[in-house]
């Protein structure tokens, strides 16, 4: 009889997924587009997320096993997601002290120094991205130009910056969208941007990967474009002339891989359904905001860091019901 009663603390529903198994996950979810963008941006794209990658391993490893005094864990996976992400926030070419940089601030400031993983409140990977936009915004507003031959020296604006510069110019938007590519060559990638603002498409299908495996759930990543979509939507009926349309919105900046990859991650995002949909509608809002009347053309990875701010208020307000509860 004694065998048959397992005393343990919860959670009793074991599903069989663990930290490890989900952030691989993850990383599998972000090869195809991570791969294309090595197909567009050459060499440099490749140096790039390999020196972003190594840097926030050896950034945790050293801080866990010289600072906090315990077991390093980098083999969980979290800390090459994080280098991943960042690495797909920045141009090509970036230098490579600049990389190390931001791998610092993003794990050592966004992630250990509130204790680690699953303790962090502000996505790592965008606080470093941001930390970078403000300490050096020439050399992160460099784009480089794609040619046949791969990326070469002389840079250009991305759609979004297009967009921003002719509207303060003068221009009106048909005018400005003259000059920028169609809407397939928007989804499939073949413009300049930061390595994950070039694969839409392949993102869309990580997405769909992780929802098949039920790494994420629908709420961010859908609320989040939608909101835009709308919101975009309404701005361009009133004045087309003076508002991009919704779907340049969606498929132009970092709109697919905030969305997707970074507004879910588990610990900066609230924790019910309800809240997780009221956290999404403030990103959309605010990156609409901040690309249409902001100084920057793109707005999302703000967007996400301000929402992250505001996911203890929501989680306070809008929690999941107890086991049982009517």
């Known amino acids: 009889m004694n065998k048959l009663l397992t005393i343990s603390p919860s959670p009793h529903l074991y599903q069989g997924d663990s930290v490890r198994k989900i952030m691989y996950s993850v990383i599998f979810a972000l090869l195809p587009a991570l791969v294309w963008s090595?197909?567009?941006?050459?060499?440099?794209?490749?140096?790039?997320?390999?020196?972003?990658?190594?840097?926030?391993?050896?950034?945790?490893?050293?801080?866990?096993?010289?600072?906090?005094?315990?077991?390093?864990?980098?083999?969980?996976?979290s800390a090459v997601?994080?280098?991943?992400?960042?690495?797909?926030?920045?141009?090509?070419?970036?230098?490579?002290?600049?990389?190390?940089?931001?791998?610092?601030?993003?794990i050592g400031v966004g992630k250990m120094s509130f204790g680690g993983l699953g303790q962090n409140p502000f996505n790592p990977a965008l606080v470093g991205r941001v930390f970078l936009l403000i300490s050096y915004p020439v050399q992160m507003t460099t784009w480089p130009n794609i040619t046949n031959s791969g990326v070469d020296s002389v840079t250009e604006a991305t759609p979004l910056a297009l967009i921003k510069e002719g509207v303060n110019s003068g221009q009106t938007v048909p005018q400005i969208?003259?000059?920028?590519?169609?809407?397939?060559?928007?989804?499939?990638?073949?413009?300049?941007?930061?390595?994950?603002?070039?694969?839409?498409?392949?993102?869309?299908?990580?997405?769909?990967?992780?929802?098949?495996?039920?790494?994420?759930?629908?709420?961010?990543?859908?609320?989040?474009l939608?909101?835009?979509?709308?919101?975009?939507?309404?701005?361009?009926?009133?004045?087309?002339?003076?508002?991009?349309?919704?779907?340049?919105?969606?498929?132009?900046?970092?709109?697919?891989?905030?969305?997707?990859?970074?507004?879910?991650?588990?610990?900066?995002?609230?924790?019910?359904k309800s809240g997780q949909i009221v956290y999404s509608i403030g990103i959309g809002v605010?990156?609409?905001?901040?690309?249409?009347w902001g100084a920057y053309p793109e707005g999302i990875s703000f967007a996400i860091l301000i929402m992250n701010a505001f996911t203890p208020l929501i989680n306070n307000y809008m929690k999941p019901k107890r086991f049982g509860e009517k």
């Open 81 to 106: 997601i994080t280098g991943i992400l960042l690495a797909m926030n920045m141009p090509a070419g970036l230098p490579v002290w600049m990389i190390v940089i931001g791998a610092l601030v993003a």
């Open 286 to 292: 605010i990156t609409i905001c901040i690309r249409t």
């Open 177 to 224: 969208m003259e000059n920028i590519p169609a809407y397939r060559e928007l989804l499939l990638g073949n413009f300049s941007g930061s390595l994950g603002e070039v694969s839409a498409a392949l993102l869309i299908l990580g997405l769909l990967y992780m929802l098949i495996k039920k790494v994420v759930t629908w709420h961010i990543p859908v609320t989040t």
């Open 38 to 77: 090595f197909i567009v941006f050459g060499m440099p794209a490749v140096i790039l997320t390999l020196t972003s990658v190594a840097s926030c391993l050896v950034v945790e490893w050293a801080i866990q096993k010289y600072m906090l005094k315990t077991t390093p864990s980098i083999n969980d996976g």
């Open 226 to 272: 939608a909101t835009m979509f709308v919101f975009a939507a309404i701005l361009w009926k009133a004045n087309p002339e003076q508002f991009a349309d919704p779907l340049f919105h969606i498929l132009t900046g970092g709109a697919m891989l905030g969305a997707i990859f970074m507004a879910t991650d588990y610990s900066s995002s609230p924790m019910s």
